[in-house]
């Protein structure tokens, strides 16, 4: 899609933000692997895919596995849930013909399951973020839009404040709809197959008010296989790195829980964990979009509300932490490491020049 299409109005915020800073990001596509399997095996390694489908395993269910690692490194992220409408309900007898609706529906999960709706809940009573990933035919539909916000909200106990499209995909009254259901911001412009900053350093504001736009910069699968070209993947990494410093610009990451299962996907973990350590080594902002937004970018009259959302996660964060060490690497910079009950070093390099108080 072009931006052009919109028909809005680019403003990049005002405000001064953190400089340079990485938003880290999940789309929720398929927490479960269910036809991929057949597909994977007619390609290669038949017995394993055969295997994860014959005995139940799940290997794209990652959620704990991903909180686990952020909270090692002393971050949060943000969680896009999917609620793509059941094709046997709502599709028509045109809709049942089309192939590439039934990929879309053989993959779908409920929200309101079980494990989805405790996953989604565990990931918000840690300091995660948890947001909308509009369905396929959203992006067009209103009414879709509404409905997928109200049940994702009901689930979660509370109001969202953004998300991403599922496949990317706008149309020119997306984020209008966005605004008009109070969502305050959307990450989906981008790309799967190329990464960088096509569209801006910085969050823009498509209608010059209080909804933002935030762009992607990476997108996991735009990169050389880290499996068999791992530095090739990092080099292009770090390049991107390099850019967002230089120009102070807000870098958005895109990986998909299912690429942190080692045995499909080789060295996604390894590179996901080296882009965290990297840019905190960099003294880059770290965290979540939302928490990015009320910090950064939201409006007077929004921060007031927006604010004690804010407060509630960052003081479930705080409870985490047991103690607290200032460790000097020599080299004029510094890292805060909290102790927390699991005993795993959580931790942020703070550039001196920003300063640090502990009470």
Known sequence: M??????????????????????????VDRPYKTYQGLYY????????????????????????????????????????????????????????????????????????????????RDLDEGGWEVGIHGSFRS????????????????????????????HLKLG????????????????????????????????????????????????????????SAFDEAWAECERLLDEAEANDAVMTVLWHPRYFNEDEFPGYRRLYRRIIERALDRGAWVGPVAEYYREFLAERDSRRRLGREGDRQRDRRRHESLALSVEFDGVGRYRLHN????????????PPQRGYSIS
């Open 139 to 166: 992006c067009d539909d209103f009414d879709r839009l509404r409905t997928e916000k109200r049940e994702l909200e009901a689930v979660l106990g509370h109001e969202i404040v953004g998300g991403r499209q599922h």
């Open 339 to 350: 102790k927390a009950a699991s005993g795993l070093p959580l931790g942020q390099p703070i």
């Open 172 to 227: 020119p009254n997306t984020w209008r709809y966005h605004r008009e259901l109070g969502l305050k911001y959307d990450a989906s412009p981008g790309s799967s197959s190329e990464n960088g900053f096509q569209h801006g350093y910085r969050p823009f504001r498509p209608f010059d008010d209080d909804f933002v736009v935030f762009p992607l910069t990476l997108m996991e699968v735009s990169l050389p296989d880290p499996g």
């Open 2 to 27: 072009r931006r052009d299409d919109l028909r809005v109005t680019r403003t990049e915020p005002s405000e001064s933000g953190p400089g340079f800073a990485v938003c880290l990001t999940h789309d």
């Open 41 to 120: 095996a007619a390609k290669s390694n038949p017995s394993y895919h055969l295997r994860t489908l014959l005995r139940r395993e799940n290997p794209y269910w990652q959620f704990e596995d991903i909180m686990a690692l952020e909270r090692d490194l002393g971050v949060r992220s943000s969680f896009y849930f999917l609620n793509e409408p059941s094709l046997l309900e709502t599709g028509s007898l045109s809709d049942w013909l089309e192939p590439k609706n039934w990929v879309e529906h053989l993959g779908r999960y409920d929200l309101d399951s079980a494990s989805i709706a405790d996953a989604v």
